[in-house]
Every structure is written in structure tokens, then in C-alpha cells.
């Protein structure tokens, strides 16, 4: 991995770049308001940023109530997808997660999105039900996956 990657909190500045990542990532993206209202409206919301110099490449956020986190969303520019990022980028974010006295984690995931379920299951997430027309695009079921910290 690449040493000028730096991982931080997200800031008002970001959201811009990261509406960016979230198109280029996702059917139904959350929107530039979305974001702000994470940062600024929810108590529970944090939201970890991978930098590489100026440009952000990837984010991932997370609620915690009380000792539960729940993942939002987690993406990687297109173009640096492939390098491991995401793994690194979910290492930190469930460290952050056990810091602030998460004791298990959980987050929706496509029933299509290998890919995705792959990684989670490498950090220990099990399956844990069927969300049934979840996703409101086209009304693919979410997949509900769990790990204990």
C-alpha cells in the first residue's frame, strides 16, 4: 500500500469528492445533504476517509448506539479499487468502532455483491438473515451480515 495514504475523520470539505465516489459506486447514492446531515446532524455517524495527497479515493461510515456499529457505506474510487484498500479501510474503521465500546458490528450488503461479501466474511461477518426488497432500485433483497468484536 501506497505510504502517502492517510487515513482521518471526514471534514465539511470532503463531501463533495466523497457524493463523487458514491455515484460512480452505487445505484441509489446518498446525496451531498446526506452527508452533511452525517456530519453534523448525527450524533451516532462517523465517517473515516482515505486520502492520497489531496484527492479522496475511498470512505466508510458507521453508526454506534450504544455498544452495536452499523456500517452505512463504504467505497473505493473505481479507479483505485483492487489494491487492497478496502480491506484497510474496514480494518480502521472497526478498530475505531471497538474504540468507542462497539462490541459487534452489522450492515446490509446485495445479494449479488460478492464481491463485497467476500470481504466482509474475511473480517469475520456471518450471515445473519434476508432483508427481503431492501434495495429500492430494483427491490434486490439485502443480505444481513454480523461479526462480534
Known amino acids: 500500500m501506497n505510504d502517502s495514504l492517510l487515513f482521518r475523520l471526514m471534514r465539511e ?11 460512480l459506486s452505487f445505484t441509489i447514492p446518498w446525496s451531498k445533504e446526506s452527508f452533511y446531515n452525517e456530519l453534523y446532524k448525527n450524533q451516532f455517524a462517523s465517517y473515516l476517509v482515505i486520502e492520497d495527497g489531496e484527492k479522496i479515493i475511498g470512505y466508510c461510515g458507521v453508526w454506534i448506539v450504544v455498544d452495536e456499529a452499523h456500517i ?38 446485495r445479494v449479488s455483491n460478492h464481491v463485497a461479501q467476500n470481504l466482509y466474511r474475511k473480517f469475520g461477518f456471518e450471515n445473519g438473515g434476508i432483508r427481503k426488497g431492501y434495495y429500492t432500485d430494483n427491490h434486490e433483497d439485502a443480505l444481513v451480515m454480523w461479526v462480534k468484536l
Open 72 to 109: 452505512t457505506n463504504i467505497a473505493i474510487l473505481p479507479e483505485y479499487r483492487g489494491r487492497k484498500l478496502g480491506d484497510a479501510l474496514l480494518a480502521k474503521v472497526i478498530q475505531m468502532a471497538k474504540e468507542m465500546g462497539a462490541q459487534s458490528m452489522t450492515l446490509e450488503v
Open 13 to 23: 470539505e470532503d463531501i463533495d469528492q466523497i457524493v463523487n465516489i458514491e455515484k
